[in-house]
């Protein structure tokens, strides 16, 4: 039978199972939840920054912090993970508030951190390939190789045939039969010579053209009417290290 002491313990002690058990509930939950955009954000390490550096878009330095109310104030003792879990939270967000797509950690321990947020990406043309550098002839347009006789004048260049239109889609608008340029098999075949297209910036200028070098960021990129875009071969590259 249970005297008054004994009843008096298991109160105390129920009621101090109940406290460490709301205690427990309040710090675990002392740091933000990981958004969406952040979840999406990759973090980098030390091996794989200078890759990183090299191919990626730097976007800006990022902070996180975990510095919550009363809660927590007592619980850097022993919930140190905590703290660090809840600034990198912060710091992975901020990042992909950026649009970032990788995220380098350079400083900090605990609740202060800060790092380099980062954009992998790669300029794609209208065709979806990936943009390169080419010699823009005086005409506007790409310079290409062609077929030349024997006196030098261009032959078997693309045009259409029973209508009028300077590509495929349009001459086929119109009715008419596209007939494509000559290739370099066919043209040497003919006993003509083929002149391949300017591979440099030198040979470019030489022929009245200018040179258009490979777009390593996002205004070179827009500036040549590409898309600047995600370059999702960095991503598996970096994962596989």
Known sequence: ???????????????????????SSMLTSCGPNLSTRASQVHL????????????????????????????????????????????????????????????????GDGPFLIGEAYFCAFCVGPDRKPDEAFCMGEDGRRDVGFCE???????????????????RTE???NGGKWMPALDQPTCEKQDNTWMPEASDERACEERGGTW????????????KGN?????EDVVRDLEDE
């Open 1 to 23: 039978m249970l005297n008054n002491k004994n009843l008096v313990f298991l109160a105390k002690a129920g009621l101090m199972v109940l406290f460490l058990i709301s205690l």
């Open 44 to 107: 980098v390490n030390v091996e794989q920054i200078r890759k990183v550096v090299n191919q990626c878009d730097f976007l800006g330095n990022v902070r996180g912090s975990a510095l919550f109310p009363y809660c927590c104030v007592f619980s850097w003792g022993f919930l140190g993970d905590t703290f660090y879990a809840g600034a990198l939270n912060e710091l992975m967000d901020n990042a992909a508030e950026l649009g970032a797509s990788h995220l380098f950690v350079n400083m």
């Open 149 to 167: 006789d024997q006196f030098g004048n261009p032959v078997g260049n693309a045009s259409c045939k029973g209508a009028t239109g300077n590509d």
């Open 171 to 173: 001459c086929k608008a």
């Open 212 to 223: 258009m070098p490979l777009a390593k960021d996002k205004r070179a990129c827009e500036e």
């Open 227 to 231: 898309r600047w875009v995600p370059n």
